[in-house]
């Protein structure tokens, strides 16, 4: 109907190894970008910053862990401690006086350098072992985050993100968050979109699937599991930094506690493991969905005429983010990227299905 | 060092230790049987606890009517969890299950704080905060009667996993293809491994929610109680036994050198340092299988 093929087939080479492998998908990509470009021009403006822009950075930042539990399949529950590095190292570059630029890449690195710790584990033990010892060393980045005052300001403290700035301009409009936001988010995904065309991505892929299989056909799967958590920790530094200079201003520790990590997992998971659509949809139905559910309560209460408690009220959203992870995992296990999948492919060759059997 | 400082210490450890075995005993019922890192047994426990306040304070019931009546509820609560959501996943990558009790966890206390609401209550259950003296060595008495529940319950598994059914969940955790092909049913042996660590997460939750009052800080028992569950092997109700214990001991008398040296709070760090120590050096824990894949 909208896409008018009879399946996906090339010719050659060259048209297999395309980013979109059927000019529909292409057209649609190009039209969400032209309407994120727009966006600052048509989404009121307390949509745009509450709402879009969370969700651009959190996607990229997903996208981040996607890499490394989606396509190199490693647990990774201590995500959001990755992250508060890269906030940490990037605010405080700023306040010595390293140009914004340069202090995002720091804490990209710096970051790159934590996570690369989480990475011996992995090197050790997989799957659920992994996953604890993770989630392990999330509380220890926790714990050293409270309690050194030299970094955080101490436990209940927060530390105030400098103006950003980049490329000489200080950027205080919300459109100037937005774009900010929005171009980070499109730099990560044109790399995970490339990724799985490069010799990089078809080795975590190899690694993921069975690693001495993979250490067979030559590829180094120790090599390629750090250079793995080291790259999808970069992504994380630099979403981190990016989130408390755009979004909360403000840096403690409480946002990047556990719970952010089993989001920001959640997200991933529910998105889809491996998926790159599947990231926005995920980060979208767990970041927005409670609010809208949330709202939708208050008012149905409130034009009903039924009090509710207002502690039930604010309770409800996590009760819905948690049967939100279990329903999408029941319904599918592969999450949104796969049941879009699955209608796209029946779209694709909709009138014409019969001649695919 | 005063010997009878230090000896307070340990003893008091281990009792508290012995209360993170009751904890970890249901993680290990469940992983025994099925293999499932239960991660959404902290819900549990916060579920157990509101349970029996629910029925005792607000319907009115005596204690000792409204703790077996929540047992059994939580006994159906835990098979419906299995029948409902565990089953469908059966076999699918370790992550999403993962994911999923990760996903109940957050649900169950979502939903039992929309319920009940977030204050601390205490769960009164009549023993005395009068510290006992042994010598010059004083114990607190609801960590020993929670140490008597826990060895209880330990005992108690030990004889139930003699009996006929308890022979049957063992055949499971051994090998779930041949004991399906000798005609036991794998399926309801997990519900039963899930149904009964509800009830014991309803221990669990008296004991600790009468210790720190019963509200969301029920749930953060989860990194201790993982952690005693590695340590002991995570398939070995023993080994969540000795674990709990060798922890207790651990965090107790090391956050007394430690706290003066960091500034207070290096009991979890303790505690983070067991886990990631136990799975670098000796992933299988004391007394667990060697099956786990090393890299």
Same mark, same amino acid.
């Given at each position: 109907?909208?896409?008018?093929?009879?399946?996906?087939?090339?010719?050659?080479?060259?048209?297999?190894?395309?980013?979109?492998?059927?000019?529909?998908?292409?057209?649609?990509?190009?039209?969400?970008?032209?309407?994120?470009?727009?966006?600052?021009?048509?989404?009121?403006?307390?949509?745009?910053?509450?709402?879009?822009?969370?969700?651009?950075?959190?996607?990229?930042?997903?996208?981040?862990?996607?890499?490394?539990?989606?396509?190199?399949?490693?647990?990774?529950?201590?995500?959001?401690?990755?992250?508060?590095?890269?906030?940490?190292?990037?605010?405080?570059?700023?306040?010595?006086?390293?140009?914004?630029?340069?202090?995002?890449?720091?804490?990209?690195?710096?970051?790159?350098?934590?996570?690369?710790?989480?990475?011996?584990?992995?090197?050790?033990?997989? %799957?659920?072992?992994?996953?604890?010892?993770?989630?392990?060393?999330?509380?220890?980045?926790?714990?050293?985050?409270?309690?050194?005052?030299?970094?955080? %300001?101490?436990?209940?403290?927060?530390?105030?993100?400098?103006?950003?700035?980049?490329?000489?301009?200080?950027?205080?409009?919300?459109?100037?968050?937005?774009?900010?936001?929005?171009?980070?988010?499109?730099?990560?995904?044109?790399?995970?979109?490339?990724?799985?065309?490069?010799?990089?991505?078809?080795?975590?892929?190899?690694?993921?699937?069975?690693?001495?299989?993979?250490?067979?056909?030559?590829?180094?799967?120790?090599?390629?599991?750090?250079?793995?958590?080291?790259?999808?920790?970069?992504?994380?530094?630099?979403? @981190?930094?990016?989130?408390?200079?755009?979004?909360?201003?403000?840096?403690?520790?409480?946002?990047?506690?556990?719970?952010?990590?089993?989001?920001?997992?959640?997200?991933?998971?529910?998105?889809?493991?491996?998926?790159?659509?599947?990231?926005?949809? !995920?980060?979208?139905?767990?970041?927005?969905?409670?609010?809208?559910?949330? !709202?939708?309560?208050?008012?149905?209460?409130?034009?009903?005429?039924?009090?509710?408690?207002?502690?039930?009220?604010?309770?409800?959203?996590?009760?819905?983010?948690?049967?939100?992870?279990?329903?999408?995992?029941?319904?599918?296990?592969?999450?949104?990227?796969?049941?879009?999948?699955?209608?796209?492919?029946?779209?694709?060759?909709?009138?014409?299905?019969?001649?695919?059997? | 060092?005063?010997?009878?400082?230090?000896?307070?210490?340990?003893?008091?450890?281990?009792?508290?230790?012995?209360?993170?075995?009751?904890?970890?005993?249901?993680?290990?019922?469940?992983?025994?049987?099925?293999?499932?890192?239960?991660?959404?047994? !902290?819900?549990?426990?916060?579920?157990?606890?509101?349970?029996?306040?629910?029925?005792?304070?607000?319907?009115?019931?005596?204690?000792?009517?409204?703790?077996?009546?929540?047992?059994?509820?939580?006994?159906?609560?835990?098979?419906?969890?299995?029948?409902?959501?565990?089953?469908?996943?059966? %076999?699918?990558?370790?992550?999403?299950?993962?994911?999923?009790?990760?996903?109940?966890?957050?649900?169950?206390?979502?939903?039992?704080?929309?319920?009940?609401?977030?204050?601390?209550?205490?769960?009164?259950?009549?023993?005395?905060?009068?510290?006992?003296?042994?010598?010059?060595?004083?114990?607190?008495?609801?960590?020993?009667?929670?140490?008597?529940?826990?060895?209880?319950?330990?005992?108690?598994?030990?004889?139930?996993?003699?009996?006929?059914?308890?022979?049957?969940?063992?055949?499971?955790?051994?090998?779930?293809?041949?004991?399906?092909?000798?005609?036991?049913?794998?399926?309801? @042996?997990?519900?039963?491994?899930?149904?009964?660590?509800?009830?014991?997460?309803?221990?669990?939750?008296?004991?600790?929610?009468?210790?720190?009052?019963?509200?969301?800080?029920?749930?953060?028992?989860?990194?201790?109680?993982?952690?005693?569950?590695?340590?002991?092997?995570?398939?070995?109700?023993?080994?969540?036994?000795?674990?709990?214990?060798?922890?207790?001991?651990?965090?107790?008398? @090391?956050?007394?050198?430690?706290?003066?040296?960091?500034?207070? %709070?290096?009991?979890?760090?303790?505690?983070?340092?067991?886990?990631?120590?136990?799975?670098?050096?000796?992933?299988? !824990?004391?007394?667990?299988?060697?099956?786990?894949?090393?890299?």
């Amino acid at each position: 109907m909208f896409f008018r093929l009879s399946g996906v087939h090339h010719a050659n080479y060259v048209s297999d190894s395309r980013v979109f492998k059927i000019p529909a998908d292409r057209n649609l990509a190009m039209f969400v970008f032209l309407f994120g470009l727009a966006a600052p021009f048509i989404v009121p403006s307390l949509y745009l910053n509450s709402y879009m822009l969370p969700w651009l950075i959190w996607t990229a930042a997903a996208l981040g862990l996607n890499l490394v539990t989606g396509w190199a399949g490693q647990l990774h529950l201590g995500y959001a401690a990755v992250m508060a590095v890269g906030a940490y190292s990037a605010i405080h570059a700023v306040r010595f006086g390293i140009p914004w630029e340069f202090a995002l890449i720091i804490g990209g690195l710096s970051s790159s350098v934590i996570g690369s710790l989480f990475a011996f584990a992995a090197l050790r033990v997989k %799957g659920l072992y992994l996953a604890l010892t993770t989630l392990a060393m999330q509380f220890v980045m926790d714990w050293v985050l409270t309690h050194s005052p030299a970094i955080t %300001g101490g436990s209940h403290a927060s530390l105030q993100s400098p103006t950003l700035a980049l490329l000489g301009q200080e950027i205080t409009s919300d459109a100037g968050y937005y774009y900010v936001a929005f171009g980070w988010c499109v730099l990560v995904t044109i790399f995970m979109l490339n990724l799985k065309r490069t010799g990089l991505g078809r080795a975590l892929v190899a690694v993921r699937e069975k690693d001495f299989a993979a250490a067979i056909l030559g590829v180094n799967s120790f090599y390629y599991k750090i250079l793995a958590f080291a790259t999808s920790s970069f992504i994380a530094g630099v979403s @981190g930094a990016l989130l408390v200079a755009t979004f909360f201003f403000l840096a403690a520790p409480e946002q990047f506690s556990v719970t952010v990590s089993i989001q920001v997992l959640a997200m991933v998971i529910v998105g889809g493991l491996g998926s790159i659509i599947g990231s926005y949809f !995920g980060v979208a139905l767990i970041l927005l969905v409670p609010g809208v559910v949330n !709202g939708l309560f208050s008012t149905a209460s409130q034009s009903l005429g039924m009090q509710i408690n207002v502690e039930t009220l604010a309770h409800i959203p996590n009760a819905v983010y948690g049967a939100l992870i279990v329903v999408i995992l029941l319904i599918e296990p592969l999450g949104l990227g796969k049941l879009y999948g699955n209608i796209r492919d029946y779209l694709m060759v909709w009138p014409f299905d019969q001649l695919r059997k | 060092m005063d010997w009878v400082f230090l000896a307070e210490l340990a003893i008091n450890g281990a009792l508290t230790g012995l209360l993170y075995s009751l904890f970890a005993i249901g993680l290990v019922l469940i992983y025994k049987a099925s293999s499932v890192p239960n991660l959404a047994q !902290g819900g549990l426990t916060m579920v157990g606890a509101y349970v029996v306040l629910a029925l005792s304070h607000d319907a009115g019931l005596p204690l000792w009517l409204a703790i077996p009546l929540a047992a059994v509820i939580m006994f159906g609560l835990g098979f419906g969890i299995e029948r409902v959501a565990l089953r469908r996943l059966a %076999g699918r990558p370790v992550i999403m299950i993962l994911m999923l009790t990760l996903g109940l966890d957050i649900f169950l206390r979502g939903t039992t704080l929309a319920i009940w609401g977030g204050t601390s209550r205490s769960m009164e259950l009549g023993v005395s905060y009068e510290p006992l003296f042994l010598g010059d060595l004083f114990i607190s008495r609801i960590h020993l009667v929670g140490a008597g529940v826990a060895i209880a319950l330990f005992v108690g598994f030990m004889v139930f996993f003699r009996s006929r059914t308890g022979i049957k969940l063992r055949a499971i955790a051994d090998d779930y293809m041949a004991s399906w092909s000798v005609g036991i049913s794998v399926e309801r @042996g997990v519900g039963l491994s899930w149904a009964l660590a509800s009830v014991v997460a309803v221990a669990a939750g008296v004991i600790w929610g009468e210790i720190q009052g019963v509200d969301q800080a029920l749930s953060l028992l989860l990194l201790k109680g993982l952690t005693v569950a590695v340590l002991g092997g995570l398939d070995s109700i023993l080994g969540a036994v000795i674990a709990g214990i060798i922890l207790g001991i651990l965090e107790n008398v @090391g956050a007394d050198f430690l706290d003066p040296l960091v500034g207070g %709070g290096s009991r979890e760090l303790i505690v983070a340092a067991v886990l990631i120590l136990t799975v670098m050096i000796r992933p299988h !824990g004391l007394f667990g299988r060697h099956e786990i894949e090393r890299v």
